[in-house]
């Protein structure tokens, strides 16, 4: 999240706080959401950029996609069975390639994700400068997960089409193969506000 301006790397440091130390049970379903709590000037958050609608405007706990987006990428890796994820509404150059991201709302979008592994999984996560990194602790399971993507294209108006697919294949032989489409609006439908919170 190089060049993020200062309220959104706090937003980011302050809610990347709140996915230190969850443990996931075995068979259980994980929503980001659930542990994000109240996003507002009483809980902490400092007003930042959101897409809202078709409006680009400050709101509290701007930059909280940085989380979401980097514990979904995360999970993608792990192999975990992804419940939800939407991406954003247009190209954003933070979580750039395009199609490997994850929004979230409170209220309407989350990020949700299964433990399947039969085992607890630890979530931990680091920052170093400003790069965020999640980690995901658990059993040793004998799978192999193969990437391909995220295939980009962009159009003219500055819209873009994504792909992403993810193999995974366990011991046993069995492989399991599934594509993320992503869509996204060309930027200049979307109106930038003033901050209406200062």
Do not use: M, W
């Amino acid at each position: 999240y190089e060049g993020s301006p200062s309220s959104r790397i706090f937003n980011i440091k302050f809610g990347s706080a709140k996915y230190n130390g969850i443990f996931i049970q075995p068979d259980k379903e994980f929503s980001f959401n659930s542990y994000l709590g109240e996003v507002d000037a009483k809980s902490g958050f400092l007003p930042e950029l959101v897409i809202s609608g078709n409006k680009i405007r400050p709101e509290y706990g701007g930059g909280i996609c940085q989380v979401s987006t980097t514990l979904f990428r995360a999970a993608i890796l792990a192999g975990l069975p992804i419940i939800e994820r939407r991406p954003h509404s247009l190209p954003v150059r933070y979580y750039n390639p395009q199609g490997f991201d994850a929004t979230v709302y409170p209220g309407s979008v989350d990020l949700k994700f299964k433990n399947d592994t039969g085992a607890p999984i630890l979530i931990q996560n680091k920052i170093e400068g400003t790069k965020l990194t999640f980690e995901l602790y658990g059993a040793k399971i004998e799978r192999q997960i193969i990437i391909s993507g995220p295939y980009n294209k962009t159009f003219e108006d500055g819209s873009v089409k994504a792909s992403l697919t993810r193999e995974i294949k366990n011991s046993s032989g069995e492989t399991k193969k599934e594509t993320f489409f992503s869509s996204y609006k060309s930027p200049s439908l979307f109106i930038r506000e003033s901050n209406p919170l200062e």
